[in-house]
């Protein structure tokens, strides 16, 4: 892990991680404002803003249901977090423990797929030649611009003669492929895989498929974590399918929570909390991992549109 | 017929080709079928290598949208299967239901509640963070914190914290002298607690977006300002807010498209219903289809509020590309 967060000195762009760089060229330029104390103030109310919810849920998920109404409020983490979790894990109704079994398989498996048939495609779009080439990548820009979401009831019945309905199949196949993933693997090749590289390659007498495994997928590797950590996070949220196609007996995580949310559980708030702390702390701990990656694309991604 | 441009290198197509060695014919066979080969892959490869996105997209996209339109003109049941075609009875039904504009206004509603403050919010915050400042990573990280989270596991700590008689909103309005405020009860103030939901979650990330972009504006034109005179405000909205449009039209229409589709925060709000409150006050198109669609199980009816939020999308967003377009024209 500590190996991707270290990009290689050969890395053409200063995409991912690039942060401590941007801020070093920034203190260099001229015409850069100076941050008053104000400026201070109002950035640390926003980041208290933003981690003030979470920090909430683990008070609540840590005491007992009394807690998330008492007066004064509150605001330290008590002792009960082991216990809520004891209870979180036996209790029936939510199947927790096949919630974070389906959510951990669908969303691996789904980061997995988006990243290789992203890579190929990206890959194919931006370097080799053939006919239809342009058309196709045009094709790709419109899949995104596309709100196939709205094709959700015939998804449904498709589900349905397959036979995949209320199966974890069906939160899987429908996405393995992403024309967002398409999209950035397509600009990333273009200007960090020279055609020399390629070529170099070709004239070893390497075949295409030999080229884009050996070559083109280790240079990808920066955007290939991005796109995989945004595709993992994508489908561990993802409620409203799941929602539709499967059944709390064999739910997501997502499902699981809100099944406590709307059972007769639902003033147990330390149960539910608990139950949300589990759902959020994989995405935290991906996020305090690759966070810095993330937003160095993010950024990145911006210019280009 | 070559894919990749050989850069005026001399042509050597195979390893062995050279020295050539015409007496031995074996060797020759077996290049030549290396070229073929050769040649094939060149010529097929680039189809496997787009052929798997194109497929899936084509069976799990492309096809159930377009099936949509069939669905939608049709008398389609869960149980029934299809009992017939309707022609437009569907889309009549559709345009004199209450509740089908019922949840169109909700969700403009909330569109403009969500995205109008988020995106102002977050240009100020862009702004504030393209000073020169330290630990500029703690800040970044802490803004984009947010956007990693579980939705619904937030939207359940928001419904909590919004909570009439036990949340802590309405505690401390209550030092201000206001009395308890029914969130979940009134149209507008359920709009806001879901707003608030969505602000907390896309305003970091979007201030990011923003920020790159500024940090791409050219500083010299801040310093011509500055000289003539131009206060930091001035800057702000005579400069950044300019030369940010395009970005600015990026992410209008990447918070359109997803506000059009709102559903978790809201179903998570009204405890995983999708009736959006007692008078379905907050209840969103994408709720409506959900309703319609999958506990109704009426398919064929369903499937026209579906493709009539299709067209809805797609018509925004055509304009907001008339729109930069334009822009971008009259620059």
Redesign the interface.
Known sequence: MTTTLNPPPTRPTPAGGG??N??RR??G???????TPL??I??TI??L???F??W??FV?ASRDSAA??A?P?QFLPGGNFPANLERLFANTTANFTLGLTNSAISATVLAVSVVL??S??G???A????KG?NV?AV??VV?M??????????????MGWFGWRGEIISII?????S?FG?FMMRQYCIQAIP??L??AA????C???RV?WSVVLPALRPAMIVLGLLTF?TQ??E??WA??VLTPSNPT??LA???L??SAY?RD?AL??T???V??LP??I??FVL??Q??GR??????K? | MTLLRRGGAPPRDTEGATPPDPSNDDRKRREQRQILLTRLDLRTSPYLFIAPFFLLFAVFGLFPLLYTVWVSLHDWTLLGGNQGFVGIDNYVRLAQDAKFWNALYNTFGMFVLGVVPQLLLAMFLADTLSRRIRAVNFFRMGLLLPYLTSVAAVAIVFSQLFGTEFGLVNYALGFFGIDPVNWKGGTFSSWAVIAVMVDWRWTGYNALIYLAAMTAISKDLYEAASIDGASRMRQFWQITVPMLRPTIIFTVIVSTIGQMQLFTEPVIFDGGSVAGGTQGQFQTVMMLIFEEGFRFNNYGYGSAIAWTLFVLIVLIGALNALLSSRIKGAQ
């Open positions: 942060g401590r941007r801020a920034a203190k330029s001229s015409g850069m404002r100076e941050a400026t201070y109002g950035l926003t980041v803003l933003s981690v919810p979470l909430w849920m609540v998330a109404s007066r409020p048939f992203s190929m495609a890959f194919a779009l370097k080799l030649r053939f080439r196709a094709g790709v899949t611009a596309v709100p196939v979401q709205m094709g959700i009831i015939p998804l449904l019945m498709l196949v429908p996405f393995m492929v024309g398409v055609d020399e390629l070529e070709r004239m070893d007498g075949s295409t498929f884009y996070m561990w949220n409620f409203t929602l539709a995580v997502q929570i809100n099944q949310n709307q639902s708030f539910m909390f139950g949300s702390v759902a959020t995405l935290l991906l996020f966070g810095r993330l937003i993010i950024m990145e991604g911006a210019i549109s």
